[in-house]
């Protein structure tokens, strides 16, 4: 491939980074037309039941696309779905000759038979093998949930270098700096849901809102004006979160609560709007609607603010939480709970993605960053893989998968 080319599609790929978290449950997606040596329109996924990025980039056109090329970051859908029509037709229709794509979809009703409806028009097809990866760290999160039906999960934490997110008694602000918070922030406002346990709840009154605003100009122009070196694997999700420039878009991830909350006191950050859920076990139904009155929670239940979890194991309640998670269309999802609340998804195998901001502190006691069952040797471990790390100031935000990229690429 040319140089040009391979700009071409990375300005794909980073329009399709800015639509993480407004596209799901479909896959966020960029797409780029040349004609003639010029690009003449851009486009990205737009949110779901419209139209999805390929669709976007030729109605923004407002010409005759005929003959043009165009670079797409994941192969253009070809099955009939409810809300929309095939990207192949589309593009077909349009009269585009030329299409660059770096990746096949994972989706398995594309799979592939994208690429051969387009030839079979007479279409021509390249793949784009070297910006692979990056396509694919671009979809990881869609990867898993297109193809296991579930929430892709990153479990984010604040902790000190001796492993601890809070004091005995709690305390835990601020443990990180304003710099590896200003991140957070950036993650929040691209992921479709927060996960804290009741203990997060009852004791912080957390906001759980993408807050860019509050952050003074000096923190922003930091990552404006510094090019961080990230070292070990080369991450795209992570060098565009930290390039991101996000605004305050007005709206927030979907605030879900593990436990039982015992007496709900309404004027809570988490009840400022109707964007949240509590998952109760069916346990604690009894003495939750005690503590709140029948009306109160059969309302909160009907109206799907509140989940009765079933479930026999921590491992049973936590699928069944997913699988609620996943029927909201809910296709990335942060983990912010305390160390127990991740130790149970980490004994589910359901961690997908940990982010770890390490600030120069030693505790010495403390609450740890994850309590899960204990492993009597070193082999039993969790292993991590495509590790990634970078500076932030004094902190350090640590980068790691519980799979290889190369998982991706054997399952498409």
């Not at 996960?195 to 990552?223: A, M």
């Not at 400022?272 to 069916?282: M, P, T």
Request: one cysteine or more; proline letters at 4%; a negative charge.
């Amino acid at each position: 491939m040319s140089e040009n080319d391979i700009k071409l599609m990375q300005m794909a790929l980073d329009i399709g980074f800015s639509r993480l978290g407004k596209t799901s449950p479909n896959p966020p997606v960029g797409a780029v037309i040349v004609k003639d040596g010029e690009i003449i329109s851009c486009g990205g996924t737009s949110p779901y039941g419209s139209d999805h990025a390929e669709v976007v980039a030729i109605k923004n056109a407002g010409r005759d696309v005929t003959g043009a090329s165009i670079y797409v970051s994941l192969e253009p859908c070809c099955h009939i779905r409810k809300k929309t029509p095939p990207c192949t037709s589309a593009i077909k229709e349009a009269g585009i000759s030329k299409v660059f794509i770096p990746v096949l979809d994972p989706n398995p009703e594309v799979a592939g038979r994208g690429v051969e409806t387009l030839k079979e028009a007479g279409i021509e097809v390249i793949i784009m093998t070297e910006m692979s990866q990056k396509a694919y760290d671009l979809i990881r999160h869609f990867d898993k949930y297109i193809l296991k039906k579930t929430p892709y999960i990153i479990h984010k934490s604040a902790i000190t270098l001796d492993g601890k997110i809070s004091t005995k008694a709690g305390d835990s602000k601020w443990i990180s700096s304003d710099y590896s918070r200003y991140v957070t922030h950036k993650l929040r406002s691209v992921v479709d849901a927060i996960i804290i346990g009741k203990n997060t709840y009852n004791n912080d009154d957390p906001e759980l809102s993408v807050r860019i605003d509050s952050f003074q100009g000096d923190v922003k122009d930091y990552f404006k004006n510094n090019n961080l070196n990230i070292s070990g694997k080369e991450s795209f999700f992570l060098e565009k979160l930290l390039s991101l420039e996000p605004e305050n878009s007005g709206t927030s991830p979907l605030r879900a609560v593990i436990g039982d909350p015992g007496k709900l006191d309404f004027t809570r950050k988490i009840f400022r709007d109707d964007n949240y859920v509590f998952f109760v076990s069916r346990d604690s139904e009894k003495t939750l609607t005690e503590k709140n009155g029948e009306n109160e929670i059969r309302k909160m239940s009907e109206s799907g603010f509140l989940v009765f979890v079933e479930g026999n194991s921590r491992i049973d309640q936590i699928k069944f939480i997913l699988e609620e998670l996943y029927k909201r269309g809910k296709m990335m999802v942060m983990l912010e709970g305390g160390g127990n609340v991740a130790g149970s998804f980490l004994d589910a195998g359901e961690i997908d993605q940990f982010m770890y901001f390490v600030s120069p502190k030693i505790l010495g006691s403390g609450t740890g960053v994850i309590s899960a069952e204990t492993k009597k040797k070193i082999s039993e471990a969790h292993s991590l893989y495509d590790i990634s790390s970078v500076f932030l100031k004094e902190d350090i935000l640590y980068n790691a998968y519980s799979r290889s990229m190369l998982g991706l690429y054997e399952e498409v």
